[in-house]
């Protein structure tokens, strides 16, 4: 263990032993710190959305195809034009120091190992050149809180491109930070410092959820898009998106990504499941821009079923951290890994071969 302003980390390297995410949750729950374990778990008041997202995933049946003759499924796709080993990427979660000495660095290293695209964010433990020197050609892309600062904002966004980044995801919904009561129990604050803020302001040492909140900009306008965008000179995805009306108004504004995320329950509870509302976004969107989903993600079916609906890319968040608290690098590849592992089984005895082809899979709504 390190401890940081008393606060235990974990400096475990290593291989894994599970058999699916619950086992992971568990072995985390009995390593890490009681209020970092709290963070990365908890959801917005009763945690009924948080619950929902994995629930959801049970309400459509996977149709099988047999006598197709293929076989030998292949994961490998482009994230804006850079090839990838598998349509499964880490969500920008924050503070990764939390799960891990290694922070963000550790969790690159394990992302590029496995060929994944890695997002980490602007409340991160690691800087940006530390974080893109583990890239191995891999993308990375910078989950950013749009702060009331815009000379911060830019400063944050020219680094980001100096340094390799492929792409922003502008977290939109999250003005404003949820009503979670896991935090407030355990009274959780930031222990680890910042990185990224602790260069261009302060670090996020010692503040709530709400405090950093607080610093973030309440207001985003459509128009705020482009203005990043001219800042970055980056494609910009909006992440937070759950309806049809928002995609078309963030593609509009210049938006090069929509990215379906209800924050993994944390923000609004009682809002659906981004599942549920996956197919209607992507009809809108129409393969004009790439769509990404995340929350509530655990198992390679689940993978399937959200490109199947219409995502091109699926994000994982608490299910790398677990990997990162209990094994570093080789924990979070080895997470990584196991979500293939379970989507090639189920593309192989669905008669799907490519990415692609899981696309037009044909799914069946059962509830």
């Known amino acids: ?47 009924w959305t ?7 995933f049970y309400d459509y049946g996977i149709i099988s195809h047999v006598l197709t003759g293929k076989s030998d499924p292949d994961l490998h796709t ?91 995801m502008l977290t939109a919904d999250a003005t404003v930070g949820g009503y979670r009561e896991r935090d407030m129990r355990a009274g959780f ?26 610093e973030a900009a309440q207001v985003i306008k459509p128009e705020d898009i482009q203005r990043l965008s001219e800042m970055a000179d980056l494609p910009i995805i909006v992440k937070g998106v759950m309806s049809a009306e928002d995609a078309e108004i963030a593609i509009q504004a210049g938006a090069k990504g929509i990215y379906v995320s209800n924050h993994g329950g944390r923000q609004v509870d009682g809002a659906p499941a981004p599942i549920t509302v996956l197919p209607e976004i992507a009809k809108a969107v129409d393969h004009r821009v790439p769509v990404i989903m995340d929350s509530g993600v655990r198992r390679g079916s689940h993978v399937f079923k959200a490109l199947a609906l219409g995502a091109d890319f699926v994000g994982i968040g608490r299910p790398f951290m677990y990997g990162l608290a209990n094994g570093g690098a080789e924990g979070v590849r080895e997470v990584i890994e196991y979500f293939n592992k379970e989507l090639s089984i189920d593309m192989q005895l669905t008669g799907h071969t490519t990415i692609e082809d899981v696309k037009k899979a044909t799914l069946r709504k059962l509830n």
Request: net charge negative; aromatic share 10%.
């Open 50 to 56: 948080l619950n929902e997202n994995t629930r959801a």
């Open 78 to 168: 482009t994230f804006f034009g850079k090839k990838v080993n598998t349509p499964v990427i880490l969500s920008p979660l924050a503070a990764h120091g939390l799960a891990h000495s290694g922070a963000e660095v550790t969790t690159a290293r394990g992302a590029a190992e496995a060929g994944a695209v890695m997002g980490f964010s602007t409340y991160g433990n690691s800087d940006f050149s530390e974080v893109a020197k583990e890239s191995q050609g891999f993308p990375q892309v910078f989950g950013l809180y749009l702060n009331k600062d815009w000379d911060l904002n830019k400063r944050m966004l020219e680094e980001a491109h100096e340094n390799g980044v492929s792409a922003i």
């Open 189 to 214: 604050s930031y222990p680890v410092p910042m990185k990224i803020l602790e260069k261009y302001s302060e670090d996020g040492s010692g503040k709530t959820v709400f405090d950093l909140y607080n």
């Open 1 to 47: 263990m390190t401890t940081v302003n008393g606060y235990q980390q974990s400096d475990r390297e290593g291989e894994l032993h599970f058999f699916d995410i619950e086992d992971l949750r568990r072995q985390t729950e009995e390593i890490l710190p009681q209020g970092g374990f709290a963070y990365i778990e908890s959801g917005a008041e009763e945690e």
